[in-house]
């Protein structure tokens, strides 16, 4: 099970961090990402970290601003969100797979098989 917090209502400009729970489940073996879903659109990759926390990818609109980090000690993984702007409100996803690799793989939604109930995230001008 994964639960998302740390979600809200933000202005341009500011930061935010949300943070990712699991439970039931051999955490550290898992590959952690966050995707994000806007009205309208489909749900998109925003960052992901390898089982170990050595290696991550961005989504070139986030690359910069956003840092994903995990603390497998904890069962933890966040996303750090600085310099926000008002095209990235959605609702954040939190999900959790095996496969580590190609970045097609990694930024494809299906290759993850759990996924937390998302927190909103809104930013306004």
């Known amino acids: 099970q994964l639960v998302e917090s740390g979600g809200g209502l933000v202005q341009a400009g500011d930061s935010l961090r949300l943070s990712c729970a699991a439970s039931?489940?051999?955490?550290?073996?898992?590959?952690l990402a966050w995707f994000r879903q806007a009205p309208g659109n489909e749900r998109e990759f925003v960052a992901a970290?390898?089982?170990?926390?050595?290696?991550?990818v961005y989504a070139d609109s986030v690359k910069g601003r956003f840092t994903i980090s995990r603390d497998n000690a904890k069962n933890t993984v966040d996303l750090q969100m600085n310099s926000l702007k008002p095209e990235d409100t959605a609702i954040y996803y939190c999900?959790?797979?095996?496969?580590?690799?190609?970045?097609?793989?990694?930024?494809?939604?299906?290759?993850?098989?759990?996924w937390g109930q998302g927190t909103q995230v809104t930013v306004s001008k």
């Open positions: 970290i390898s089982w170990d926390g050595a290696s991550a």
């Open positions: 999900a959790a797979g095996t496969k580590w690799g190609l970045l097609s793989t990694i930024r494809t939604a299906e290759v993850y098989d759990a």
């Open positions: 039931g489940r051999a955490f550290s073996v898992y590959v």
